[in-house]
């Protein structure tokens, strides 16, 4: 979630009044502040979390690795006052995905025992979590859903056209393999995926921009 107004749901609005404050008691319950080096992990996939993180800038990535050995890597994020372990810290789950910073990254850690506290006792406080969290949830399953049901091709075609209208909540990556995890599929399928949107007319490979599309009304055309 992200310590910000939210853009949308129920109490927009209200978000966009209450922020200051809002923000002001998250501040309250910062315990440190840290520096992580690029490619360490901020949160792992399996750990208690006790405590929440902060990242107000820098880029980071989240994956997750399954127990046979295959990983879903759901993108990156440059982050602009990201929050993470608020599911965890709810649900008293472990943590279910690797948090990677892709920079060096500078990070508050969030004290769990305050925040509840906050929490307690500040109904509105409260209230900005719930609203957060459930767009945050609703966004994430939208992701994973389109990832199971459609092909591989119309899910990068989707892909890529949302990245053009700049509206996707994380980002991809440069590297072919990263973005087959990101697909939940292998190099070999990704490549054969893109090479039929390739054939189709609708993108091309640039060596400094990787995958630009050639044709935006054919590739609108492609996934209505």
Request: net charge negative; glycine share 6%; charged share 30%.
């Amino acid at each position: 979630m992200q310590l910000k107004p939210l853009s949308k749901g129920r109490f927009q609005s209200l978000w966009e009044q209450e922020h200051d404050e809002i923000e002001q008691i998250m501040l309250e319950c910062i315990s440190e502040t840290k520096l992580v080096p690029a490619h360490q992990k901020l949160m792992r996939q399996g750990q208690k979390v006790d405590s929440l993180i902060l990242v107000k800038h820098g880029r980071i990535s989240m994956g997750y690795t399954a127990r046979n050995g295959r990983c879903f890597q759901l993108g990156t994020m440059v982050c602009d006052s990201q929050l993470f372990g608020e599911m965890e810290f709810f649900s008293d789950y472990k943590c279910q995905l690797d948090i990677v910073a892709e920079d060096d990254v500078e990070i508050e850690v969030i004290c769990g025992d305050k925040l509840q506290q906050a929490l307690i006792k500040q109904p509105m406080f409260a209230l900005f979590f719930a609203s957060a969290i459930a767009v945050d949830y609703q966004d994430t399953v939208d992701i994973l859903t389109r990832r199971m049901l459609y092909p591989i091709a119309y899910n990068i075609a989707y892909d890529l056209y949302h990245q053009y209208l700049d509206d996707l909540p994380v980002d991809g990556f440069t590297k072919c393999y990263l973005e087959a995890e990101r697909f939940a599929t292998t190099d070999r399928v990704y490549r054969r995926a893109v090479k039929k949107l390739e054939e189709l007319g609708l993108i091309h490979k640039d060596k400094e921009e990787g995958i630009v599309i050639s044709n935006l009304e054919g590739l609108k055309a492609y996934l209505e």
